[in-house]
Nanobody
């Protein structure tokens, strides 16, 4: 099983970015998925998660109303649309797959068994 996040970059405050997470080697349609991020010197923190059939989502308070998570099971891909970016959104963004069974979305990294290498998002003021 492999996850590959992409779409990061250097943007200015207020700009938008769309991250993608492409999955391969396993049943993407069976996994709840999530985005986490890690800023320099900080612990990995939850951003957003989505259920298998895209009918349930959850967001960290810091991104609620600005970020939108989605998935396309036909393309084995998850997305994170990020609008109104702020300097405090600067981090490496990771996608995780909850491969342990069940359609539960949880806001902690231990709940996700497979991770991709991350994509850097830098927001300048």
């Amino acid at each position: 099983v492999q996850l590959q996040a992409s779409g990061g970059g250097l943007v200015h405050t207020g700009d938008s970015l769309r991250l993608s997470c492409a999955a391969s080697g396993g049943p993407f349609v069976s996994w709840p998925m999530a985005w986490f991020r890690q800023a320099p010197g900080k612990e990995r923190e939850f951003v957003s998660a989505i259920s298998i059939r895209d009918d349930r989502t959850t967001y960290a308070e810091s991104v609620k109303g600005r970020f939108t998570i989605s998935r396309n099971n036909a393309k084995n891909t998850m997305y994170l649309q990020m609008n109104g970016l702020k300097p405090e959104d600067t981090a490496v963004y990771y996608c995780g797959a909850k491969t342990g069974g069940g359609d539960f979305i949880v806001p902690y990294s231990d709940g996700y068994g497979v991770w991709g290498p991350g994509t850097q998002v830098t927001v300048s003021s």
